[in-house]
């Protein structure tokens, strides 16, 4: 067991630059199937900034030293001294030795094994062919090295391997030399000519199918391109090269950034941590974000593969020529390359749905986050293990407060900013106070108020009040915002938060805007919200308005204000900004939830409120309307999101309530379903342009509500849509209906999907999914078959994540069971993985994280189980951070 007393914190305050820089590094690998020997050789000097004691103290994790040398010399014992996690070098041991004046060389023998490594950090096996992951402290599982960020050198590394076996040996950078050696073995060399810290480094050797295409930079430079995935899956790699070379011209257009190497790699793997790495001219990728075919991808994988290709392209620059001092700056980097990756995908798709969905994770993760017993702030104060905190406040809500620059400055300003924060900082490893400099300077803008964003946690709450004045066409706005208490931080401070918004005539147009006095408080229609209390007076105001506040989601918060039914219903009709019209939806929903929630705690029948009708039909009739933001604003609110609307959940009526809903909107509008989706289901042709994909997702979400009133129709419907679809969209969404519902054939079409697609890993997947988050009560048997079904590998975190991710985290219905049986489950799966592989053990400790949310019997039978993982011998520091944090 791990205890308090065992377990180091790391925090921000503490940095200290390193002791030693390294200049230069070459390494040596030697491959082999069961064993790997690492040859590093590193030229160090002593870091002028920082002090040193004369001990060299390099990171090493199960690492096998073979043999060391510093200055020529062969190090004996005593100057040396090896423990589980570092090598301390004596260099004031090491006679002739002047390491404070000049440079020296460390030569470091290794032997490490890939085969048994489970965790996929640092170098491993994954179907026979070597892969790395080194973000965020991996590279110290392949050699000894100073194995922090603001460490940058230029690597030259050289693969040796069975030719046969491991014909493609890759690293970062541009290749050099490559040959054949003795015993059917040979070898390349690869030198990246741009300094790097270790996490970035990679290498990949094995026997892939390869993808070869160009692009041609605007300065003439043409680019070699390159996918490498698995034998047989290269047709299902076409739509990720269009994504790459679409990234690197849009990059140039609206950042005007050039990629800089003469080849960019990337490399699918099926065994892997996270959805892809930015490793330098070498990207290696969880399948699931290369991989895309129509057969065997839907809509949306298309989309995520674009997104995520460009996520790691755009990191060349917003990651890799200017990186992070420390891992406490991790949003410097991650927010600011979502933000970057979200705008692209907004350009290439519809910027009004892309914008919905990344609220929609904002609110249904981010805020649980924020309130949850791991809250931290963008840039956090501390940490036990790096790689909890990956986490969705780092990375989306770190590119909410990039957006919020965007907005402050405009798209003109935010480009000088990055203009100059690229100008001073190339190569270099900095701060979040550096980009926020950039941004201020290249501007003359004082964004002091505005760095609450990085220091402070929690979501703040903006409540709106306000007052028309008839008789002086006047309208007063009181405006309020407050940050609850977090973890170790209370008494927050007001932020600035730009308020966009509008006032809303009765057509549905935009009023005038204009304050009657401190008019800089009001840029365009963005309000500045810098006090904790404030009072905007608006002259001119013709007539009462609807106010449309908040519009494209200008700031994470939580917005109070008091609509009544008929604006909400006004809003979801007129409004001009996308966002706010659905939001007017969403709350319509919402308070129709909570109402019948409220009549189940009352002993009451819940009743259905006739005027949704009207509100649902005249948006499902606006053919205006794109069909993906149909879709959207037609889908009920997610139960994960309502619950963090309140303090305490009867999750029991929640759900009710929800279900309630969806059945009597399916009942009441069953004609409109139909109609509608006839009309937008094609079964034609397949066709994968913005239209076709817009009658997609309209008529999913049309079946959806039909599946819902549980007829033989409908499952008629659903059943032909899966047998004779031409694509995975449409596959995919009727199996999911089919395998939620009360379909009495559904472990049939199961077996059958199965059976059809069991050689496409991708797509069971899927089919694992669609079982897991199955929310009847024989869920909970069927996943404890799942994972002793052959397509199950539980060293394999997409098969994890499929199954126990899928039913902790997607079936609250079954997860929080009321006989504890899904907690059960979940710590037994934790406690089989903990050891295998911590980084995915500890994410999925994280669904234990918002038990106060629930009534005391639940809260107990979670607790138990948290208290049950930490007292697992030998536990990991990132499954006991996670624990302990939760139970306080």
């Known amino acids: 067991m791990k205890t308090s007393d065992s377990i180091s914190v790391k925090y921000r305050k503490d940095y200290k630059p390193s002791a030693f820089l390294i200049n230069k590094v070459s390494l040596n690998f030697e491959l082999f199937d069961d064993y790997a020997i690492v040859t590093a050789r590193m030229m160090l000097q002593a870091n002028p900034a920082a002090e040193s004691s004369g001990a060299l103290v390099l990171d090493g994790e199960e690492l096998e030293l073979q043999g060391i040398e510093v200055a020529g010399q062969k190090l004996v014992q005593e100057q040396y001294e090896v423990d589980s996690e570092q090598l301390t070098i004596w260099l004031n041991k090491i006679d002739g030795l002047d390491y404070q ?56 590394v050289r693969i040796e391997a069975e030719k046969k076996k491991y014909p493609h040996l890759l690293s970062n950078g541009n290749q050099i030399e490559h040959g054949s050696l003795a015993n059917g073995r040979h070898y390349a060399i690869w030198q990246d000519p741009f300094r790097k810290p270790s996490y970035l480094f990679a290498l990949c050797a094995g026997d892939y199918d390869l993808l070869e295409d160009h692009f041609t930079t605007r300065s003439g430079r043409e680019i070699k391109l390159e996918i490498y995935v698995d034998k047989g899956k290269l047709e299902q790699c076409h739509h990720a090269m269009e994504s790459l070379k679409k990234s690197m011209a849009w990059d140039e257009e609206v950042f005007g950034l050039e990629y800089d190497l003469d080849i960019y790699m990337i490399v699918a793997v099926g065994d892997f941590n996270m959805g892809a ?156 106070e550096d980009f926020v400099s950039a941004m201020e300077d290249a501007n003359d803008y004082d964004l002091i108020q505005f760095r609450r964003w990085y220091s402070q946690a929690g979501t703040p709450e903006v409540t709106v009040t306000s007052e028309y004045d008839e008789l002086h066409k006047k309208l007063t706005l009181q405006i309020g915002q407050a940050c609850p208490d977090t973890p170790g931080q209370s008494n927050k401070q007001p932020f600035h938060i730009p308020l966009k918004l509008g ?75 996308s966002f706010n019209r659905w939001e007017a939806g969403q709350r319509l929903f919402a308070r129709v939830i909570w109402q019948l929630c409220a009549e189940q705690e009352a002993g009451e029948p819940m009743q259905f409120p006739l005027h949704l009708v009207n509100a649902v039909q005249n948006l499902l009739s606006d053919e205006s309307l794109d069909g993906r933001f149909k879709a959207l604003a037609l889908t009920l609110p997610d139960i994960k999101a309502l619950i963090e609307e309140v303090e305490r959940v009867n999750l029991d009526h929640l759900i009710a ?111 694992l999914s669609a079982q897991a988050t199955d929310p009847t009560d024989s869920t909970i048997e069927r996943v404890k078959g799942l994972i002793e079904h052959p397509a199950f590998d539980i060293k394999n975190p997409n098969k994890v994540r499929s199954v126990v991710g899928a039913f902790a985290g997607s079936n609250l219905p079954q997860f929080h069971r009321n006989d504890g049986k899904g907690y059960v489950f979940l710590a037994e799966q934790i406690k089989q993985l903990y050891s295998v592989n911590p980084q995915t053990a500890a994410r999925l400790t994280g669904a234990f994280n918002r038990w106060k949310k629930f009534d005391d019997e639940r809260q107990r039978l979670m607790c138990e189980q948290l208290q049950g993982i930490l007292q697992l011998p030998d536990l990991s520091k990132d499954v006991y951070e996670i624990a302990s944090k939760a139970l306080g």
């Open 657 to 767: 309530a929800h279900d309630f809903l969806k059945r009597e909107l399916a009942k009441q509008l069953e004609m409109d379903w139909l109609v509608h989706y006839q009309a937008n289901h094609h079964v034609g042709a397949f066709k994968q342009d913005k239209a076709a994909i817009a009658k997609r997702a309209f008529a999913g979400v049309c079946l959806s509500y039909l599946v819902a009133l549980d007829k033989p129709k409908a499952y008629e419907l659903a059943v032909s849509q899966l047998v004779n679809s031409n694509n995975m969209t449409d596959a995919e969404t009727a199996l999911q209906l089919l395998m939620h519902s009360n379909y009495s054939q559904k472990e049939q079409i199961a077996d059958d999907f199965y059976r059809k697609w069991q050689n496409e890993e991708l797509v069971v997947n899927k089919w």
């Open 101 to 156: 004046q000049a440079s020296f060389e460390l030569v470091t023998k290794v032997k490490i094994y890939p085969a048994q490594n489970t965790s996929l950090e640092g170098l491993y096996l994954s179907s026979e062919k070597f892969c790395t992951q080194c973000e965020a402290e991996g590279f110290r599982k392949i050699t000894y090295y100073l194995d922090r960020p603001d460490v940058m050198s230029t690597f030259t």
């Open 503 to 577: 006032l809303l005539d009765k057509d549905g147009n935009d009023l005038p805007l204009e304050l009657a006095s401190n008019k800089e408080q009001l840029t365009g229609d963005i309000l500045h919200l810098t006090e904790a209390e404030q009072t905007f007076e608006f002259v001119g105001v013709s007539h009462k308005p609807v106010l449309s506040l908040l519009r494209n989601f200008s700031a994470p918060v939580r917005l109070f204000y008091d609509y009544n039914d008929q604006e909400l219903a006004f809003l979801y009709a007129h409004d001009k900004d």
């Open 277 to 432: 790495m930015e490793n330098k001219g070498l990207n290696i990728f969880n399948t699931k974000y290369v991989l895309a075919h129509p057969e065997t991808a839907t809509d949306q994988d298309f989309e995520d593969v674009e997104a995520v290709i460009a996520h790691e392209y755009f990191h060349n620059w917003t990651g890799n020529r200017v990186t992070c001092r420390d891992w406490f700056q991790l949003s410097l980097k991650e927010g600011l390359t979502v933000f970057r990756d979200q705008q692209f995908t907004a350009d290439q798709t519809d910027h009004a749905v892309k914008r919905i969905e990344d609220v929609k994770v904002i609110r249904s993760h981010q805020f649980a986050e924020d309130a949850g017993p791991m809250a931290h702030p963008i840039r956090p104060d501390s940490y036990i293990e790096m790689n909890n905190f990956y986490t969705v406040t780092v990375y989306n809500k770190g590119a909410e407060v990039i957006r919020m620059y965007h907005t402050l400055l405009g798209t003109d300003g935010f480009r000088r900013g990055m203009d100059l924060y690229f100008e001073r900082f190339d190569g270099q490893a900095v701060t979040c």
